[in-house]
């Protein structure tokens, strides 16, 4: 059984879960869930009597907010030290349920599970998903995504055919919100609405 971890950051009304709810994750950040959308907030406490719940992650109910895709590459990111990235990408999933929300034991976390859906006739599953929201020892949010493609589908006797996985998390973004840095670019300042490939490889040999 193969496993893609690779993520790249970037929801459909076909959600199972329809209940109301909100779990708490740490002491800084809740989680809600409508049978829509989820809402991932920061919790301001600054006065004993109030308290502020700042949206940081939300999901966008006409879009899947999890996919995942397979990739052509017709040549390595980096060649003799050039960097170039060319890739077609083969979306693999348009659906995503959401089938359960679960904290954690010790309340640190909360664990979204569901499936990866291709709308054919009849439906199929492409891959089953663990994401998970937790607060680190230092205060901040921490997520991981565990993606588990469907063996019948992947499974060749060569191999896994998914050679180049590709994960994609999709969220809701404000009009009014910019995206800044991802390392020197002489380009564009705002990087919103953009493809910003980030490559990272080892400067050389003996060289930190």
Known sequence: MSRVSTVILLLVPFLALSIADSFLIGKKFELKWNGNELVLSHIESNVPSAHKQIPLWKTYKEYPFLLIGNASLP??????????LSEKIEYLSDRTTVDDVNPSENSNGCLITGRLLKAQIPIQQIASYQLKFSESE???LEFTVDIIPNSDIFDTPHGSSLKNPRTFLT????????????GESFSFFNLKGRNVPILVSEQGVGRG
Do not use: M
């Open 75 to 84: 040549r390595p990111p980096i060649s003799d030290g050039n960097y170039q």
């Open 171 to 182: 969220y809701a973004c404000d009009a009014d919100e910019n995206f800044y840095g991802f």
């Open 138 to 140: 230092s205060g901040q």
